[in-house]
């Protein structure tokens, strides 16, 4: 038999695919009928674990993964035509938080920091909000905690940079605690090398954070090994003791705290990258005040977390959901989970909103497919223009 031959038949079979595949969608429209009438979820796990069950039977082992496989596809794409048959409606028991808008006229909010004055996270709360009254807090926990207390209306936490990557411990806090993300925030960071000094070459200590000598690695380098690194809180708890320690003692920091403390800037824009800046979020508790939209250009923003069962395959499975509806990924990030060796907990950010067509039903999906799932916030994020 030649070639040719064989790919015919590849088309006769292929053409009576196509019609079974259009016969059983036709079926799924009459199944989405009943489902609206009955006010039945889309998304059916038990029934769909039966029709895969089926499908492992029928097929020889070798073949049974790949045929599993193309069934999954084929649900997703039933479910995607369901939703829209029925208009999409809420996912039960994981709405997204939501909130009033602010009453015109309202005082400045109390916003928690973690730092003092000059921290980037003071500058990107004023950035946020119109004269806000920061709370100057130590850690990212007691941010959270002052948030969660209602010893402050709003919280500002870093979450990630664009150089030196995620803030770790703010992911762990947005699981742990009961608040949500309200607005986000790209704010360009720009070190400066700061000290009493007059010369560089006097320095023989550099106080900073450890995020902003991991994003000045280059300056770093050239000031030369005999430059003792001393990690600090944040960047202006570092001016501020670089300022004490005296003319042999320099901070990498914003330019801000040379006039806050004193310092001479001996170096600006000493960032390895020109681009550099830090994502910052609101926190707040859910059903907050909504913030107004500060800037025209903004991207919505829907972030979730959750953890799967430490099976083969269930992490693509759960990306291919978001995938299925054209909803693209900004974000995955896993943090290892407490008390259990092998678990993890994902945070995944998506470019979408609440009113994207299917999007509830999505949501719905992913918390089905999930041992743990939470919607950390549906928001937007904004940058300078």
């Not at 039977?57 to 084929?74: D, G, H, K, Q």
């Not at 997204?96 to 996270?121: E, F, L, M, N, W």
């Not at 130590?138 to 990557?165: D, H, M, Q, W």
Request: charged share 25%; aromatic share 6%.
């Amino acid at each position: 038999m030649q070639l040719e031959d064989l790919r015919q038949q590849i088309d006769d079979v292929d053409g009576q695919f196509c019609a079974l595949y259009l016969k059983r969608l036709a079926l799924c429209e009459k199944v989405a009928e009943i489902k609206a009438q009955t006010n039945a979820p889309v998304y059916q796990a038990a029934r769909e674990a039966q029709v895969l069950e089926r499908v492992r039977v029928r097929f020889p082992e070798a073949y049974a993964p790949a045929a599993e496989n193309l069934y999954r596809v084929i649900m997703r794409q039933s479910r995607d035509m369901q939703r829209r048959r029925m208009g999409g409606g809420a996912p039960t028991g994981h709405h997204a938080p939501t909130g009033h808008p602010r009453p015109v006229g309202a005082p400045p909010p109390a916003v928690a920091a973690q730092g003092i004055p000059g921290a980037y996270s003071h500058e990107a709360a004023e950035k946020l909000f119109q004269s806000p009254r920061i709370v100057s807090l130590r850690t990212f926990e007691a941010v959270f905690r002052a948030v969660e207390k209602g010893l402050c209306e709003y919280g500002v936490v870093p979450i990630e940079n664009s150089t030196y990557g995620s803030v770790t411990k703010v992911y762990d806090l947005l699981a742990l605690h009961d608040l949500v993300i309200l607005q986000g925030y790209r704010l360009p960071i720009r070190h400066s090398l700061l000290s009493k000094a007059k010369s560089v070459k006097a320095i023989k200590r550099l106080y900073s954070h450890e995020q902003a000598i991991g994003q000045c690695a280059g300056l770093i380098e050239k000031l030369g090994k005999e430059v003792e690194l001393i990690p600090t809180e944040n960047t202006a708890v570092a001016a501020r003791m670089a300022a004490e320690d005296g003319e042999e003692a320099a901070a990498l920091s914003s330019a801000k705290c040379a006039q806050l403390f004193g310092l001479n800037i001996l170096r600006k824009d000493v960032q390895d990258m020109a681009d550099n800046e830090t994502r910052f979020l609101t926190i707040g508790k859910a059903g907050s005040s909504l913030l107004p939209d500060l800037r025209a250009e903004s991207l919505p923003v829907i972030s979730t977390c959750f953890r799967l069962r430490n099976e083969p395959g269930t992490l693509s499975a759960m990306l291919e959901i978001p995938a299925s509806l054209g909803a693209n990924i900004l974000k995955l990030e896993h943090r290892p989970f407490p008390d259990n060796a092998y678990g993890v907990r994902f945070f995944l950010d998506l470019a979408a909103g609440m009113e994207s067509p299917g999007i509830y039903g999505m949501l719905e999906e992913m918390a089905a497919a999930s041992v743990e799932f939470k919607i950390l916030g549906a928001y937007k994020v904004f940058a300078d223009g």
